[in-house]
Structures are given as C-alpha cells and as structure tokens.
C-alpha cells in the first residue's frame, strides 16, 4: 500500500522560510513523478511544482524563485523549500506522487505565513 507522509509545516512570519518534506512508502519511487499542491480555505487545490524522474522541475508562476522542488532517491523522499513566504502562501501543501497512470495523496500539512 502506498504511503506519503508529509512534515514540516507549521507557522513562519512573512519573509521566513519552511522546508517540507515527503516521505514515500509502498511505492517505485525513482520512476514515480512527484509534486506538491496546495489548497486554501475556499479555494481549490492548485498545482504548487513539480519534478520529473529525471530531475525536470516545474514550478507555479506564484512560487518561482521563491520555492524549489527536489528529491532524493535515495531516502525515497521530495522536498519543498519555501523561502521569502507571503501571507498568501497560508494552505494545506500536499504531497503527489504519480506512476503507472495511478496518483496518490498524502494527508496534508498546514502552512501559515502571518505575523
């Protein structure tokens, strides 16, 4: 059974920085892509980066130069560093993994940017 466990959110004023990171359970890791979304109250989730099993990265428009996707094959993990937040980053980031046309979810961890 597949398993993402994500951690590292919590509460960070304006400019400051989190990382995230997923953890992969159950699951191919180094043929999977990987992303994470975010999802505000009210709003719908929204595709946050993205990178592929060769390293390719994509990131929002909202995000770039500010947060950067990686991964690490080895530990079967993806990271989110987040850095310079706004208030308008405040969302349950969650984790995605993709492979053989099945997509899995992890739980969520909350991010919130205020002072």
């Known amino acids: 059974q597949v398993q993402l466990v994500e951690s590292g959110g919590g509460l960070v004023q304006p400019g400051g920085s989190l990382r995230l990171s997923c953890a992969a359970f159950?699951?191919?890791?180094?043929?999977?892509?990987m992303a994470w979304y975010r999802q505000a109250p009210g709003q719908e989730r929204e595709l946050v980066a993205l990178?592929?099993?060769?390293?390719?990265?994509n990131h929002a428009d909202s995000v770039k130069g500010r947060f950067t996707i990686s991964r690490d094959n080895a530990k079967n993990t993806v990271y989110l560093q987040m850095n310079s937040l706004k208030p308008e980053d405040t969302a349950v980031y969650y984790c995605?993994?993709?492979?053989?046309?099945?997509?899995?979810w992890g739980q969520g961890t909350q991010v919130t940017v205020s002072s």
């Open positions: 990178i592929t099993t060769s390293g390719s990265t």
């Open positions: 995605n993994a993709e492979r053989a046309q099945r997509r899995y």
């Open positions: 159950g699951i191919f890791f180094s043929s999977a892509v």
